[in-house]
């Protein structure tokens, strides 16, 4: 079974980093490009990054660029989230999802259960 | 950037009705277009990929056409586990997904 398991949110003080981390299991994690998205409480969903196969290129919303960090490491079957400099903004569920590219056209599936950061003093 | 306009935001419905959501893009996207469920307290799941095909395991009901800056995911007779927040996405140059369609019972 395809699964996408995030863990490392919580509560951090603004200014403050955090990282997320998110296991891959049931396919060949190292051929996939990986994203994460999040949502703020009752909101939409928001792009936040992503990461090509290797680790070699990697993109960020304008929200979160020069802040956060993709990163992943695919003899451990995982993605990250590097966030540094938190804002009250950016406190949200994180979902990591998994890249699905046919010729031209992509889209996110699956997705993780989400894990949630809470950026408050 | 593209923006992504849904609409309506919200609409009630009962169960057995037609139902059909709308995404209009702010540019050309082609057919990179996706749309995904979300119920509470749960991640969002696949419905339809790339404007119209459907994703392995999701029930006939759904379906999914349009192309260029148009689209619309319609529910042809509308089943009580549907009732939940709809979002269509963009992956023609980068991400971006609309504001969401809530799906409530009438």
């Known amino acids: 079974e395809v699964q996408l398991v995030e863990s490392g949110g919580g509560l951090v003080q603004p200014g403050g980093s955090l990282r997320l981390s998110c296991a891959a299991s049931?396919?060949?994690?190292?051929?996939?490009?990986m994203h994460w998205v999040r949502q703020a409480p009752g909101k939409g969903l928001v792009w936040v990054s992503r990461i090509n196969s290797d680790g070699s290129s990697t993109s960020y919303a304008d929200s979160v660029k020069g802040r956060f960090t993709i990163s992943r490491d695919n003899a451990k079957n995982t993605l990250y989230l590097q966030m540094n400099s938190l804002r009250a903004e950016d406190t949200a569920v994180y979902y990591c999802?998994?890249?699905?590219?046919?010729?031209?056209?992509?889209?996110?599936?699956?997705w993780g259960q989400g894990t949630l950061v809470t950026v408050s003093s | 950037d593209i923006q992504m306009t849904q609409s309506p935001s919200s609409l009630s419905a009962s169960v057995g009705d037609r139902v059909t959501i709308t995404c209009r893009a702010s540019?050309?996207?082609?057919?990179?277009l996706n749309w995904y469920q979300q119920k509470p307290g749960k991640a969002p799941k696949l419905l339809i990929y790339?404007?119209?095909s459907l994703q392995s395991g999701v029930p006939s009901r759904f379906s999914g056409s349009g192309s260029g800056t148009d689209f619309t995911l319609t529910i042809s007779s509308l089943q009580p586990e549907d009732f939940a927040t709809y979002y269509c996405?963009?992956?023609?140059?980068?991400?971006?997904f609309g504001q969401g369609t809530k799906l409530e019972i009438k």
């Open positions: 049931g396919f060949t994690f190292s051929s996939y490009w």
């Open positions: 996405q963009q992956s023609y140059s980068a991400y971006t």
């Open positions: 540019q050309s996207i082609s057919s990179y």
């Open positions: 999802a998994r890249d699905h590219l046919v010729t031209t056209v992509n889209w996110f599936d699956p």
């Open positions: 790339a404007a119209s």
